[in-house]
């Protein structure tokens, strides 16, 4: 298939993909957005079009994958501001001695250790914390999803062993 018929069956498409990116996005401007993007990844991967295929159902794919992707690069920023955001609440917040001093000393002492772990354990560990979920530390880190859960659990058993018979009492 040549560059223009490739060209002439994505403008033919144009109004129904304007139409699905509306149903996904719920939003004007976005759909646009959307279907614009579309656009530009269906002829950059021209060559990825295998011919006497459906053509609709290939481009509305790249389509509904596009704006998965968005929607989970969005939802990985909001998550890094929330998490930022309650972090600096916590710097910011004034520990009142009095309270419970034992608290402070025993989250300093859970932070020190967590520092200690090698960085490979201590990413994916504080990612998960945070409330990373395994397939998103996985994405971020680069690396498989099961490296992810079995670092993040030598790293939980590594503290419960340099804390274990420690008892708090409120």
Same mark, same amino acid.
């Given at each position: 298939?040549?560059?223009? &018929?490739?060209? *002439?069956?994505?403008? $033919? /498409?144009? #109004?129904?993909?304007?139409?699905?990116?509306?149903?996904?996005?719920?939003?004007?401007?976005?759909?646009?957005?959307? $279907?614009?993007? $579309?656009?530009?990844?269906?002829?950059? %991967?021209?060559?990825?079009?295998?011919? %006497?295929?459906?053509?609709?159902?290939?481009?509305?794919?790249?389509?509904?994958?596009? @704006?998965? %992707?968005?929607?989970?690069?969005? !939802? +990985?920023?909001?998550?890094?501001? =929330? #998490?930022?955001?309650?972090? *600096?609440?916590?710097?910011?917040?004034?520990?009142?001695?009095?309270?419970?001093?034992?608290?402070?000393?025993?989250?300093? &002492?859970?932070?020190?250790?967590?520092? !200690?772990? +090698?960085?490979?354990?201590? =990413?994916? @560990? $504080?990612?998960?914390?945070?409330?990373?979920?395994?397939?998103?530390? #996985?994405?971020? /880190?680069?690396?498989?999803?099961?490296?992810?859960?079995?670092?993040?659990? /030598?790293? !939980? =058993?590594? /503290?419960?062993?340099?804390?274990?018979?420690?008892?708090? +009492? #409120?």
């Amino acid at each position: 298939m040549t560059q223009i &018929e490739f060209s *002439n069956k994505i403008t $033919t /498409l144009y #109004s129904a993909m304007e139409f699905f990116a509306l149903s996904l996005t719920k939003n004007l401007e976005s759909a646009g957005d959307l $279907t614009q993007e $579309t656009c530009l990844k269906a002829l950059k %991967n021209k060559n990825k079009y295998r011919a %006497n295929t459906n053509f609709k159902a290939w481009v509305f794919t790249i389509m509904k994958n596009t @704006f998965i %992707n968005n929607y989970n690069k969005i !939802k +990985r920023k909001q998550a890094l501001i =929330q #998490s930022t955001e309650k972090h *600096n609440q916590l710097l910011e917040r004034k520990i009142d001695p009095s309270t419970h001093p034992e608290k402070h000393y025993i989250l300093k &002492e859970i932070t020190a250790e967590i520092k !200690k772990m +090698r960085l490979d354990h201590r =990413q994916p @560990f $504080t990612m998960h914390l945070e409330g990373y979920k395994y397939q998103e530390i #996985s994405e971020a /880190l680069d690396i498989p999803i099961g490296t992810v859960k079995s670092r993040i659990y /030598l790293a !939980k =058993q590594a /503290l419960i062993k340099k804390f274990k018979g420690y008892e708090y +009492r #409120s």
